[in-house]
């Protein structure tokens, strides 16, 4: 959801841009559990998760949330 979120909030077209780059985040992240957890998005390596997604500003935004956030 935080990928799907940043990614929506550079205004790209969200069917035809953010859709498939998150499909693609959730196989070469999530699906092997390199990432499955917040703690885990924020301490990835922003060169290598801008593989899937080159706008660097996202990656920084979705990193910063607080992986320890509670409701």
Known sequence: MVVNAVFTSI?????TA?????EEFN???VEN???RSL???AN???NELRTVWKNKRS???AKEIHPT???
Do not use: E, M, S, T
């Open 69 to 71: 956030f509670q409701h």
């Open 11 to 15: 205004g790209l077209n969200y069917f």
């Open 27 to 29: 196989k070469k992240f």
């Open 39 to 41: 703690k885990d998005l």
């Open 33 to 35: 559990g390199r990432i």
């Open 59 to 61: 990656w920084i935004i």
């Open 18 to 22: 953010v859709v498939p780059k998150v």
């Open 44 to 46: 990835a390596d922003v």
